[in-house]
């Protein structure tokens, strides 16, 4: 027998986004309404911080505990993503592979086509830090209806 749901998601990108569209605010600012200066006495980097690493972390799901979720960005520009629905134990989505990019502090991955079962439109983060990526919305707006917004954290 098959699992409707595993079937009707059975990659966490269409499910991510559903889910972020449900949480998203109306209104969101857009990143690119943030103000770029530094604060008062801090001066900003004409470098970025550097992308290409692991991020791991659990993050939201609607009729589950979440999904865990590993990250791996290559400074080649490829991703890979793996994820688990934690729900009586965890169950293994497939993996998804595609390419990234940076445009600010907005993370854009785009998953290969290859398969267009699993594969979805962008799914964007927001580089906080060089070692924090926060999920945006289908827009990529920051999702604002979380007290504490689910991140992605860089692993050693």
């Known amino acids: 027998m098959y699992n409707k749901k595993k079937m009707f998601c059975p990659s966490p990108f269409p499910?991510?986004?559903?889910?972020?569209?449900?949480?998203?605010?109306?209104?969101?600012?857009p990143p690119s309404a943030r103000p770029e200066s530094a604060p008062a006495g801090e001066t900003t980097s004409a470098e970025p911080p550097p992308i290409s690493g692991v991020f791991q972390?659990?993050?939201?799901?609607a009729d589950c505990e979440g999904i865990?979720?590993?990250?791996?960005?290559?400074?080649?520009?490829?991703?890979?993503?793996?994820?688990?629905?934690?729900?009586?134990g965890e169950q293994p989505a497939p993996t998804q592979t595609g390419t990234w990019k940076r445009t600010g502090t907005v993370i854009e991955l785009f998953p290969s086509r290859t398969d267009p079962a699993t594969a979805s439109d962008r799914l964007?983060?927001?580089?906080?830090?060089?070692?924090?990526?926060?999920?945006?919305?289908?827009?990529?707006?920051p999702i604002t209806t979380f007290s504490t917004p689910p991140v992605l954290k860089r692993t050693p």
């Not at 972390?57 to 799901?61: D, E, I, N, R, T």
């Open 15 to 29: 499910f991510l986004l559903a889910a972020a569209a449900s949480l998203a605010a109306c209104d969101a600012t």
């Open 57 to 61: 972390g659990v993050l939201p799901c």
């Open 124 to 141: 964007c983060f927001d580089m906080t830090d060089a070692g924090t990526l926060t999920p945006f919305d289908i827009s990529c707006a």
């Open 68 to 88: 865990r979720t590993t990250l791996t960005l290559s400074g080649d520009g490829a991703f890979v993503l793996e994820s688990s629905y934690l729900k009586n």
